[in-house]
């Protein structure tokens, strides 16, 4: 007998949606083309929607203390003690912590992640698909009745189905340090520097995550090439500290590419998170956002699964989430001319940072982020 669904991508994403679904009643498998969890940690925190999703899944309390923190668009903060809504985000949470406690949960609930589990194509049938894999043991195949593919920016899911991906080609980009023992000035949101911006905050005990956009410098096409030294280099360049010495936890660099998905949905094939939008990192919304896809998705999902719910419910997803992904994006772009662009854009940053003291925009902004 053939699955619910297969959830491809055991990221946050991945994760979160095959636990809705596992809730939902449907017999769902996670397959994850790594072996193991990767420890990385690009995101370090989630937006206030993002927690309310956890917390209504009593998942918020498994984190313990967390620190709720201010916000900003582009740089230009907001006050969000004078807002009537509670907009504070929770800052200082790796994402291998929230993919650790999501993992706890969804295996709790009983649900199968298979890592080291490679999807390589699938073939859809009038009742469902059938996926090809390459596992550890060779390759096989799966059936299922919907496929989705949480399996980031460069999604094969995505690929397979032949969903185009348009948007923006990087115009800039950002290096990315975690480092150990560096005792660093804590730049919690930013802070424009001559030819760039500098960010450095304390991720956990002892460890310190660095961000720099040097306006002369660009990430390699193959992050394999990246070198501390560069990184540190620039860091020195721009701040006039040294942190050649520092014990170097991970590396890595970014860009501001923007790109999202022309359909969300086709067929028995469904995409989430990463694998619909890609932006420049601000303020959690990434992750954030794919959480929230997921929690959209999931008892649309298990509904249509489990007959109670008509098939075209589905395209209810992407009819309310792909709007949500543009306004993404166009957010995004708009904090990283506003954050990175140098002393030209001061001016505009001073007008920001006068609207941003009217109630009405600052509630605004805030719900943009």
């Known amino acids: 007998m053939s699955k619910g669904a297969i959830v491809v991508g055991a990221g946050p994403v991945g994760l979160m949606l095959a636990g809705e679904l596992r809730l939902g009643g449907v017999d769902v498998v996670v397959y994850e083309r790594l072996p193991a969890p990767s420890g990385e940690s690009r995101g370090v925190g989630f937006t206030r929607r993002a927690a309310e999703v956890f917390d209504q899944r009593g998942l918020l309390d498994r984190y313990g203390e967390v620190e709720w923190a201010q916000g900003h668009f582009g740089g230009v903060r907001i006050d969000f003690d004078r807002l009537r809504e509670n907009h504070f985000s929770v800052r200082g949470i790796p994402q291998s912590r929230t993919e650790e406690l999501l993992e706890e949960w969804v295996t709790g609930l009983g649900v199968p992640i298979l890592r080291g589990h490679e999807v390589t194509g699938f073939t859809e049938t009038a009742d469902g698909v059938v996926v090809a894999f390459e596992g550890p043991d060779g390759p096989g195949e799966d059936t299922a009745r919907y496929l989705v593919g949480c399996d980031g920016a460069r999604s094969v899911v995505r690929r397979l189905a032949g969903i185009d991906f348009p948007g923006w080609d990087a115009t800039r980009g950002m290096y990315m340090a975690d480092l150990v023992g560096a005792n660093i000035r804590r730049r919690p949101i930013g802070e424009q520097v001559p030819g760039g911006m500098v960010m450095s905050f304390n991720l956990q005990d002892g460890v310190d995550r660095i961000v720099i956009h040097d306006e002369n410098l660009r990430p390699p096409e193959d992050k394999s090439s ?52 890609i932006h420049m990192p601000a303020g959690a919304q990434g992750l954030s956002v794919g959480v929230q896809d997921a929690a959209n998705l999931g008892w649309k999902l298990a509904g249509v699964i489990n007959g109670w719910a008509p098939e075209g419910l589905l395209d209810t997803y992407h009819a309310e989430r792909h ?47």
């Open 323 to 369: 709007p949500v992904g543009q306004n993404l994006m166009r957010s995004t772009r708009a904090q990283t001319r506003l954050y990175l662009t140098g002393e030209e854009m001061e001016p505009l940053r001073a007008v920001m940072r006068e609207l941003v003291e009217i109630p009405e925009v600052a509630r605004h902004l805030a719900g943009q982020v």
């Open 226 to 277: 990246l070198r501390f030294g560069e990184i540190a280099d620039a860091w020195q360049r721009m701040t006039g500290e040294s942190i050649h010495d520092a014990e170097v936890g991970w590396i890595s660099s970014f860009t501001d590419t923007t790109r999202q998905a022309a359909e969300y949905r086709r067929g028995r094939v469904l995409l989430v998170g990463d694998a619909t939008h």
